[in-house]
């Protein structure tokens, strides 16, 4: 790839595929839309033109606080043709979060999505003391200046870029060959799971360097559609966009909810979609209400061919040395010992393609070829049940400081329990806690190094030393441990780490994903810093407590009472007590001694980061009478 920028890959590949669709909307709640990359360059030219009459330079931040949209990406590529960065943010935020965010970058323009996003930037104007325009992407606006800031339309916008092109046609083409790589081309502010947002400066090479290597692992072909269900602001949907782009396949917008997004992959058929774990254990969920409701025969049928094709899927795996060896394994061996019960198991998984599969691979629009999971880790019984099912599932890791990707599964060898091997070009290394590089099989923090990392945090030097050293090596804070292959397996955040008062050392997420697997578990957060024994918080799944009620005559006049009954509290401990115990694979100081059932109110930007992973120290603070309760 000759290209030095993300502007630049947006006009190579509008020159070699000018007709194929870039983008796919619903227009007015209709039928989807096709934008070819002819069509989008043409707007995103125009754009960028309008927005350089508002004085958008060469080095300039500006905010764009909107949801995964067309015109976002049209307002990306605008704003790093100009040569500026982008500061971008979904409509969760809150003022003050704005505040701080588009305040530190100092930004001249700010771009939102509708109404709502105007009046909070505008509530917050005169802390912000270099705003001097709001564009808006949704409907009109008074352009009279408001609070010392002067409102524009996209409408407006693209027709005074309109106006420009026409005077001086080259003038984006000039500004595009100015390009670097080097250019910071997006300050990404992190809403992690502790602490103040740390501004995260990428520049054009972290992306494309992605662009260039993803491919090696996932076959993508021009005209494939992604469907986009995630927030854009996010790195990982963001590299999702730019290898779209540079593969010139097509980007159709939906949301992350289960009736919408599976209606939408219904009519468009996508073969692709990023997107995070929480997603695929909504739809196994799914499956598995509906499943249940029908009972009898068809819920025996169902779980029978379940178990059929988990099986049919370990035996190939070992058949096709797809099996994570922490410690050194013989392939031949493993093969040997599978091949006959694999070929005996065949025509079974076959059966079970014909009678169950196939229906689910049908509600994914009956072309889809693999969903792309990241931001956090995949539970290993969703991508158990999926593998059972034939549907691929291709787990990810990296980080917003990694611009994310680090590592994913190869499309042709997926080795299940990992993350597949670190892109071309990056290097890893199992560190322990005096830095000492630790041998495949051993768990320690993962340290990686690569074009993809990040060039520091946004006006945090001090930061910035804490994570990345003189050399280049990255602190991820995350744990994992190495195959002796090189595939990656990510066992959970260093700071996390649980230690009780015996001097025991847990991870917390490995837990809290097996409790998950209960259908009547939505959410569970491990707690016992400090104590005796560990404990746990229960947000039950409202729906599944409330038929258990029901089926069960447990009297409730509204469904939340059913947090404080005692039948409901004796059913998920048994649920608790069942799943996480020595026979399912955990120590004894592992086990869950207590439980409280909560509220499932927790929200992004509150109780959850973007990427919906728990907030571990706003969840103590809130929850912090019932917590100190499980250990009176």
């Not at 934008?35 to 931040?61: C, P």
């Not at 782009?245 to 009519?267: F, H, Q």
């Not at 014909?354 to 931001?375: N, P, W």
Request: charged residues 25%; contains cysteine; negative net charge.
């Amino acid at each position: 790839m000759n290209t030095q920028t993300i502007p630049q890959l947006l006009r190579e590949t509008t020159k070699d595929h000018p007709e194929v669709a870039a983008q796919m909307s619903r227009v007015d709640g209709g039928a989807f839309i096709p934008r070819s990359y002819r069509e989008l360059y043409e707007e995103v030219t125009l754009f960028a033109a309008g927005l350089r009459t508002l004085g958008v330079t060469r080095g300039a931040n500006v905010g764009l606080i909107a949801e995964n949209r067309a015109e976002w990406f049209v307002s990306d590529l605008a704003i790093l043709s100009l040569g500026a960065a982008d500061v971008p943010r979904g409509n969760d935020s809150t003022a003050a979060d704005l505040e701080f965010i588009l305040g530190l970058p100092k930004c001249p323009v700010v771009i939102v999505e509708n109404e709502a996003q105007l009046e909070k930037v505008l509530s917050i104007a005169r802390s912000l003391k270099d705003l001097k325009h709001l564009v808006i992407l949704e409907g009109e606006i008074d352009s009279k200046p408001a609070r010392g800031v002067r409102g524009h339309s996209y409408a407006q916008i693209r027709e005074a870029g309109s106006t420009a092109i026409a005077k001086d046609p080259e003038q984006i083409e000039r500004e595009i060959d100015q390009g670097s790589g080097d250019d910071l081309a997006t300050i990404i502010f992190t809403s992690g799971t502790t602490g103040e947002p740390k501004g995260v400066q990428l520049s054009h090479t972290n992306f494309l360097y992605q662009v260039g290597c993803i491919p090696e692992r996932i076959d993508i072909n021009p005209g494939d559609i992604w469907l986009c269900v995630l927030p854009v602001w996010h790195s990982f949907e963001r590299i999702i966009q730019y290898l779209a782009l540079g593969s010139a396949t097509t980007l159709a917008y939906s949301k992350p909810i289960g009736t919408v997004m599976l209606a939408d992959m219904a009519e468009i058929r996508p073969k692709w979609m990023a997107s995070v774990p929480r997603i695929w254990e909504a739809v196994r969920a799914g499956i598995y209400r509906n499943i249940k409701s029908q009972g009898g025969a068809k819920e025996a049928l169902f779980r029978f061919f379940v178990s059929v094709g988990g099986t049919h899927k370990r035996l190939s795996d070992m058949v096709r040395g797809l099996v994570p060896d922490f410690k050194k394994r013989i392939r031949i061996l493993d093969a040997a010992i599978a091949i006959v019960p694999l070929l005996l198991m065949t025509p079974l998984k076959a059966l079970g393609n014909a009678l169950v599969f196939g229906k689910i691979k049908a509600r994914l629009g009956g072309r889809f070829i693999a969903g792309v999971s990241g931001g956090g880790a995949l539970p290993p019984a969703v991508d158990a049940f999926f593998g059972a099912a034939g549907v691929l599932l291709l787990e990810g890791y990296g980080l917003t400081e990694t611009a994310p990707v680090l590592a994913v599964r190869h499309q042709s060898g997926p080795v299940p329990g990992t993350v597949g091997k670190m892109l071309v070009g990056t290097e890893c290394q199992i560190r322990d806690e005096g830095g000492a590089v630790l041998p495949p099989g051993t768990m320690g923090v993962i340290h990686v190094r690569g074009p993809q990392v990040m060039r520091g945090y946004y006006e945090r030097p001090e930061m910035t030393a804490r994570v990345l050293d003189a050399d280049g090596w990255l602190n991820t804070g995350d744990l994992g441990m190495l195959t002796h292959r090189g595939e990656l397996k990510i066992t959970g955040r260093a700071k996390d780490t649980i230690v009780l008062l015996g001097g025991e050392n847990i991870e917390p997420l490995p837990i809290e994903q097996k409790l998950q697997e209960s259908e009547y578990i939505e959410r569970a957060v491990v707690v016992g810093q400090d104590q005796k024994y560990l404990a746990t918080l229960i947000c039950p799944n409202g729906e599944a407590i409330e038929r258990y009620a029901d089926e069960n005559h447990v009297p409730y006049m509204a469904a939340e009472d059913l947090l404080e009954s005692e039948a409901i509290a004796e059913l998920i401990t048994s649920e608790v007590a069942g799943l996480v115990n020595t026979h399912t694979g955990f120590k004894g100081f592992e086990l869950i001694y207590r439980t409280r059932l909560v509220p499932d109110d927790f929200e992004v930007g509150r109780e959850l980061s973007a990427k919906q992973e728990i907030k571990r120290h706003i969840i103590a603070e809130r929850f912090s009478r019932e917590i100190a309760a499980l250990f009176s």
